[in-house]
């Protein structure tokens, strides 16, 4: 069965810094590894200080702030109401409204915590860091000395096809894979993701054959066919969501492949009541669910929105509403993701991994993850998705890529090619 082995770092952004995790093999079968990738679920918040904050010992009302009081480097990469304080500053949402808009709460909010309210949103960053990789069974390192991430792995951003190991390398039941990162990047803060794919050779010892990773064809009666699972992200951190996809009754799935996207609303955002001047706008004139996905300048209204290093005064208030975006972009989607098979009762993974570093960019500028090993979906069985959101808000789509085999009722044997007589 397709199965991924992934490992976790906290990094803290300080050069030099050692940090080790083990990835333990369950005592149900080997796993044979083919390739390799990682990705990078970066910390991207900074509290930012106003400017002429509220006094000390006063309140404030977080929707009467106004834009003169954020920094113009925040107003220009982007800034957001801090998620901590959401239950504060917002009230809660309607039933049956729209998602994630809101209407502000008015409480009244110590000024000692006015440095805490908004949160810049630094842009991502490319990662650097050095690794080496131990097998515990032999005792042996698979590189000579620690290796470049960049060199070895490609990009963190998952623009890259996965790595695929000169030769498919097996642990064996019970050992543990040992992983050591130093960090290089200064002040880049996160969790870490690299992830082994390959497949459990379930029931098997040492002698583990290994396969052919493509398959030849299925014979019999085939179509092809795509299961999808929808996910609404409100792009509420930690947030946790499940979908269940039920296989029907005429046939087994076999899904060779995994994709996903995310769909967005229209990044605009809409300015109620407008002011020529725009260091007067204030929080309470810009919508909720922006507030909440992040607003900044667009970058090619720069030249017009500001004047030196102050906001500027615009005679034509039509610009007004044409001069902000949302953060909330489909490339910059954060989730993490957990598949699980209920006709075997099997996870495919050993954690919940990070979208990147288990299935690529989120732009969609990458070939469709290939499963090392085709995985088979019992009719009546149902596969179970679970996601932990980190950042974005819109409709997420997760699709199985493959084929059923219609009128197979017995499903007794799995399209792989390899040693005759292999069965799932």
């Given at each position: 069965m397709p199965f991924d082995h992934a490992a976790t770092f906290d990094l803290k952004g300080t050069p030099g810094n050692i940090v080790q995790d083990v990835i333990n093999i369950s005592?149900?079968?080997?796993?044979?590894?083919?390739?390799?990738?990682?990705?990078?679920?970066e910390d991207r918040g900074r509290t930012v200080a106003l400017i002429n904050p509220p006094a000390v010992n006063t309140t404030f009302k977080p929707g009467a702030l106004q834009l003169s009081q954020i920094p113009i480097g925040a107003l220009i990469e982007g800034f957001r109401i801090n998620p901590r304080f959401e239950r504060l500053v917002f009230n809660d949402q309607t039933p049956g409204g729209p998602l994630r808009e809101r209407t502000l709460s008015g409480i009244d909010i110590a000024a000692a915590q006015s440095d805490k309210i908004i949160e810049r949103l630094k842009p991502t960053e490319e990662i650097s860091f050095l690794f080496s990789i131990l097998d515990s069974a032999t005792g042996r390192e698979l590189q000579d000395e620690p290796t470049h991430n960049l060199a070895s792995l490609g990009s963190?951003?998952?623009?890259?096809?996965?790595?695929?190991?000169?030769?498919?390398?097996?642990f064996q039941p019970r050992s543990t894979i040992r992983l050591q990162i130093v960090e290089r990047s200064e002040n880049v803060r996160g969790t870490l993701f690299i992830v082994l794919y390959g497949y459990k050779a379930l029931g098997a010892g040492r002698s583990v054959a290994q396969p052919a990773i493509n398959a030849s064809g299925p014979a019999g009666r085939v179509i092809p066919f795509d299961y999808v699972a929808t996910f609404p992200l409100t792009g509420s951190p930690r947030n946790q969501i499940e979908a269940e996809i039920p296989i029907n009754v005429e046939g087994g799935f076999v899904t060779t492949s995994i994709g996903y996207g995310l769909a967005v609303e229209s990044l605009d955002v809409s300015v109620s009541n407008p002011t020529k001047s725009l260091g007067d706008l204030t929080l309470n004139q810009f919508p909720t669910s922006a507030l909440q996905d992040g607003i900044r300048i667009r970058p090619n209204f720069l030249r017009v929105a500001l004047n030196g290093s102050s906001l500027a005064t615009i005679a034509q208030l039509d610009l007004v509403n044409r001069m902000f975006e949302r953060l909330n972009r489909p490339e910059d989607v954060s989730f993490r993701y957990s598949i699980f098979d209920t006709g075997t009762g099997r996870e495919l993974q050993n954690q919940p991994i990070n979208n990147i570093a288990g299935l690529g960019i989120a732009n969609g500028d990458r070939p469709f993850k290939q499963l090392a090993r085709p995985m088979l979906f019992l009719p009546r069985s149902t596969i179970r998705v679970i996601l932990e959101e980190q950042f974005g808000r819109g409709n997420l789509f997760i699709v199985f890529q493959g084929y059923k085999r219609l009128g197979d009722s017995a499903m007794n044997q799995a399209p792989i090619a390899g040693r005759k007589g292999t069965r799932r």
């Open positions: 005592s149900d079968g080997a796993f044979v590894a083919v390739a390799i990738g990682y990705g990078f679920e963190s951003d998952g623009a890259r096809p996965f790595r695929l190991l000169a030769q498919p390398l097996t």
